[in-house]
């Protein structure tokens, strides 16, 4: 079964990046082309359903699977990404993290007024970054046709705070 491949290959590393947290580290998959494929494809059958027009994707880790996705759906990419990251003119959204506040950007012409935008991160944890991107698609006049992850921390309840964009939020495993 795909979800017991997934949850073999992610490495837990304990107090990282501080102490108290379990990092689920999603790059020994990366050695795996197989399971890797197997993601992708299983990924696409689960979002075709919601009909995006392009995948938004969160930097950095978002990127490994995201591009594989929309190429796999043939539809666009796009790279929502750190502030100042971005060659060209951006959008640029600012939200609050247990210590502190980050920016994400988005250039100014990433999305096509009503569009159908699918949000791809490879972790769903409390939410802010997957909201952050959504805001940015609607700056843009976007509509969120749903979220995908590889993984959700259900603990962490951010499938709650995304519930405001879509209740369509998708995830191969869950811990």
């Given at each position: 079964?795909?979800?017991?491949?997934?949850?073999?290959?992610?490495?837990?590393?304990?107090?990282?990046?501080?102490?108290?947290?379990?990092?689920?580290?999603?790059?020994?998959?990366?050695?795996?082309?197989?399971?890797?494929?197997?993601?992708?494809?299983?990924?696409?059958?689960?979002?075709?359903?919601?009909?995006?027009?392009?995948?938004?994707?969160?930097?950095?880790?978002?990127?490994?699977?995201?591009?594989?996705?929309?190429?796999?759906?043939?539809?666009?990419?796009?790279?929502?990404?750190?502030?100042?990251?971005?060659?060209?003119q951006t959008n640029s959204y600012e939200y609050s993290l247990e210590y502190g506040t980050a920016t994400v950007e988005m250039h100014i012409d990433a999305v096509k007024p009503?569009?159908?935008?699918?949000?791809?991160?490879?972790?769903?944890?409390?939410?802010?970054?997957?909201?952050?991107?959504?805001?940015?698609?609607?700056?843009?006049?976007?509509?969120?046709?749903?979220?995908?992850?590889?993984?959700?921390?259900?603990?962490?309840?951010?499938?709650?705070?995304?519930?405001?964009?879509?209740?369509?939020?998708?995830?191969?495993?869950?811990?």
């Open positions: 079964m795909l979800d017991a491949k997934i949850k073999s290959a992610v490495r837990d590393v304990p107090d990282f990046p501080k102490k108290g947290i379990m990092f689920k580290d999603i790059t020994p998959i990366l050695k795996d082309h197989v399971l890797s494929s197997e993601i992708i494809d299983e990924m696409a059958k689960k979002v075709a359903v919601l009909k995006p027009d392009a995948l938004a994707c969160v930097e950095a880790r978002g990127f490994l699977f995201g591009f594989m996705l929309a190429n796999k759906l043939q539809i666009p990419f796009i790279p929502v990404r750190k502030k100042g990251k971005l060659p060209y009503g569009s159908r935008v699918l949000i791809h991160d490879d972790l769903l944890a409390t939410g802010g970054t997957a909201a952050a991107a959504a805001e940015l698609i609607q700056m843009q006049k976007g509509k969120i046709a749903g979220f995908a992850f590889l993984i959700n921390l259900d603990f962490l309840k951010g499938r709650d705070v995304l519930k405001k964009y879509s209740d369509q939020v998708i995830s191969l495993i869950n811990y």
